[in-house]
């Protein structure tokens, strides 16, 4: 029988160059080489799986990658989470299913008590267990396919179009506690194929007669293996585990990042762990997942609600490059419609006949859409017949002309009324909100928003939504507002009421850019993270600061989820030196500047007037075009980092997909004012290269280098003054 066992960190380390730092595949353990699968390079074969045991007291989850198992007599609780590709075991101890808040009392769901060491737990101990909780009563399980998150139909251009297939568990609870009677509580898993992940979420259905308030509903609780040893230290200042990445669908606050969004991840000490080192028992190994300030709502006879869902994914490095690899593969895998990628420009438009030129334009050069712009004089909340025939007119060329229109539109972060705005809870009046003043999503106005961009959408027929100043999480204290009943349940509604507008235009195929964390609710595309203020400076500055927010925005977000911004004419103040206008006479900026963009596979609001002004500028812009579509594919796929951008060497990442015909697309860029050779080592295990590559700079004549042990490959590169080059990469199969 044949073993493996992949590189050592000592080898690992001796692979860093002046240039280049490789990424080679994590430490694992030693196993059977007929069953060693890196599911970022190879497809895993095994299905999700979920199964009982032959005494029916026990059910597993397992995929091949990931573990999960519980005891199911006499009520549920999870024992076992295990990492199958490294082997790592992510509980120590037992813990409740899930816990409520209700009517200000904690009740516990499943789980079992008496585990007395709490550093480990081994099986022998799980049988001498009692259930913690007799307020809900276990009553049985269901297993079905997994369900898309939302129904969604864009048509269009997509690096993924199939949705995720997986198992999914739900284990149905039947309250016991007399002041709870009639209410059912499911608790499901979802089992995905293909990757280590396991989503978690609960549902409530209510058939009692008196009403119920949901103060806090916690639906997943784990006692992690601590991540760190320290005797004095406070939860704040320890690492959290590492072996798992948490995102849920409940993430706000405009920072461009999913870690600084996230509302519900709560990491908490375990004072009954008292083995720990901590001396205040303050290691943050207790982990419970819950909005902090949601829902607060009152369930009524008849009411049903739906958590929060929860990502789990099970991470096997400390390797930057492969954990973000591996968050990218979540996204493209459980919400596909980030994939899709959309050529368009954003146009500042006066009038129609600047549409009908922008749309026109958009033919000549091979772009596929036009979103007006802010600034432009589009007014989506205006549902007059005139303005309704105005817009649909318009919609109906862009149309025939085979262009997808879109418009700019701004919810928050303005002032309406005093009888709109949020209400400040300190205050009593209107303000306190993110953006200083806003509406509410549950007021009148705010109501009537999501009515009116619904209708708009429907009678028109356009295909892209760019949502500005989304609902930001705002807590409002008005008793007066419609969409809620007071402070309490205001932030859960109001979210709620923007959810339900982006399923709403995902059933109906429409693209929405938003500047907030509503991918797992709809939205396809987030900024990729700039300072709107460099636009301003001299273009050099420009594309030097854009390759490194490119460099930075593009670890745990592939090219599709991200736009960057290109200032054709003046934005935010600078001179001509910062602009792009006239087009003809800055033509070498910017082609590089779409360079840039394209050949990271990030689309940028190109914004002004027009993307042509001669023919010879109309010729460079569909040239680009051309090859990135020729590229589309691989240009999609992830980066690896290969140099961030400084002004003073050369810089550049790699596109990888190990199941493509081009498996890499390598770009390199000279900020220097003189012509540089370089010999840099180009990770490749990414692209699945094992042996050889054939390497092609610009598609010109082929040479095959070959592959070392450490999966990477020498080049050596020569690239013009304030120049960039590409090569694309095939394996030898």
Excluded at 24 to 33: C, E, F, G, K, Y
Excluded at 202 to 222: A, F, I, N, Q, T
Excluded at 248 to 262: E, I
Excluded at 415 to 442: E, Q, Y
């Amino acid at each position: 029988m044949k073993y493996v066992v992949t590189l050592l960190p000592a080898l690992m380390a001796a692979m860093i160059t002046t240039t280049c730092v490789c990424q080679l595949p994590p430490r694992t353990i030693v196993q059977d080489a007929t069953q060693r699968t890196d599911w970022l390079v190879s497809p895993v074969k095994q299905q999700a799986n979920i199964q009982p045991s032959t005494d029916g007291k026990e059910i597993y989850l397992n995929n091949g990658l990931v573990k999960r198992s519980f005891r199911i007599s006499p009520t549920v609780a999870c024992f076992d989470y295990t990492n199958l590709r490294n082997g790592q075991q992510l509980l120590r101890a037992l813990q409740p299913e899930a816990k409520l808040i209700i009517d200000g009392i904690e009740y516990s769901i499943g789980g079992l008590q008496g585990q007395r060491e709490k550093a480990y737990l081994t099986m022998t101990a799980i049988d001498s267990l009692a259930p913690a909780s007799s307020n809900f009563v276990y009553e049985r399980y269901e297993i079905s396919s997994l369900a898309p998150l939302l129904d969604w139909h864009y048509q269009g251009w997509m690096r993924n179009k199939r949705q995720a297939s997986g198992k999914t568990i739900g284990f149905r609870y039947r309250a016991a506690a007399a002041a709870l009677t009639g209410l059912v509580v499911m608790v499901y898993y979802d089992l995905y194929d293909g990757l280590p992940l396991i989503s978690k979420r609960l549902s409530l259905h209510y058939e009692g007669s008196r009403p119920l308030k949901l103060d806090r509903v916690v639906h997943e609780v784990l006692g992690l293996v601590e991540e760190e040893s320290a005797v004095v230290g406070s939860p704040q200042q320890m690492k959290t585990p590492q072996g798992i990445y948490l995102e849920t669908n409940f993430a706000y606050n405009n920072s461009m990042r999913y870690t600084l969004s996230d509302q519900t991840t709560h990491w908490k000490p375990d004072s009954s762990y008292t083995s720990q080192v901590n001396y205040n028992y303050q290691t943050p190994c207790l982990l419970e997942i819950y909005p902090e300030r949601s829902p607060g709502i009152v369930l009524q006879k008849g009411d049903s609600f739906q958590s929060v869902r929860t990502f789990e994914l099970l991470q096997d490095s400390y390797d930057r490059q492969r954990r973000g690899m591996a968050i990218q593969r979540l996204y493209s895998t459980i919400a596909p419609w980030t994939t899709a990628n959309p050529i368009f420009m954003h146009l500042v438009s006066r009038n129609d006949e600047q549409v009908r030129t922008a749309i026109d334009q958009c033919v000549a050069t091979g772009y596929e859409a036009v979103i007006l712009s802010f600034g432009s004089h589009i007014n989506m909340e205006d549902t007059s017949a005139s303005n309704i025939r105005h817009w649909k007119a318009l919609s109906e060329y862009a149309h025939q002309r085979g262009i997808k229109i879109g418009g700019y539109s701004l919810f928050s972060s303005r002032r309406i009324s005093d009888a709109d705005d949020v209400i400040d809870p300190k205050t009593g009046k209107p303000g306190g909100a993110f953006f200083g003043n806003a509406p509410c999503f549950g007021s009148p106005r705010g109501l009537a928003y999501s009515s009116k961009i619904k209708y708009f959408f429907a009678q028109t027929g356009f295909d892209i939504w760019e949502n500005d100043g989304p609902y930001p999480g705002d807590v409002c204290a008005s008793t007066t507002h419609p969409g809620h009943q007071g402070l309490d349940d205001s932030q859960w509604r109001q979210m709620a009421i923007q959810k339900d507008l982006y399923h709403w235009l995902n059933a109906r195929g429409v693209y929405i850019n938003a500047p907030d964390w509503y991918l797992l609710d709809g939205t396809h595309k987030i900024s990729i993270g700039y300072r709107e203020v460099n636009f301003s400076l001299p273009r050099d500055n420009q594309k030097i600061l854009n390759r490194q927010n490119i460099y930075d925005g593009t670890w745990d977000m592939s090219p599709s989820m991200g736009w960057g911004f290109v200032p054709l004419t003046r934005y935010q103040g600078g001179g001509p030196e910062a602009i792009l206008e006239p087009l003809s006479e800055h033509l070498k900026d910017y082609e590089q500047l779409m360079m840039q963009y394209y050949g990271a596979g990030v689309q940028a609001c190109y914004r002004g007037p027009r993307l042509y002004d001669t023919e010879a500028t109309r010729a460079v812009v569909a040239r680009v075009i051309s090859w990135y579509k020729q590229y589309r594919d691989i240009l999609n796929a992830p980066l690896v980092h290969l140099r961030r951008a400084d002004g003073r060497d050369w810089d550049g990442w790699l596109h990888v997909d190990p199941l493509l015909k081009t498996n890499g697309l390598l770009m390199l860029f000279n900020p220097t004012s003189e012509p540089i050779t370089r010999t840099i080592e180009v990770p490749l295990y990414y692209a699945g290269a094992t042996d050889r590559v054939v390497v092609r700079e610009k598609g010109s004549k082929a040479q095959t280098l070959a592959v070392n042990r450490n999966y990477s490959m020498k080049m050596t590169v020569t690239l013009p003054a304030n120049g960039w080059s590409w090569w694309t990469l095939e394996k030898v199969r």
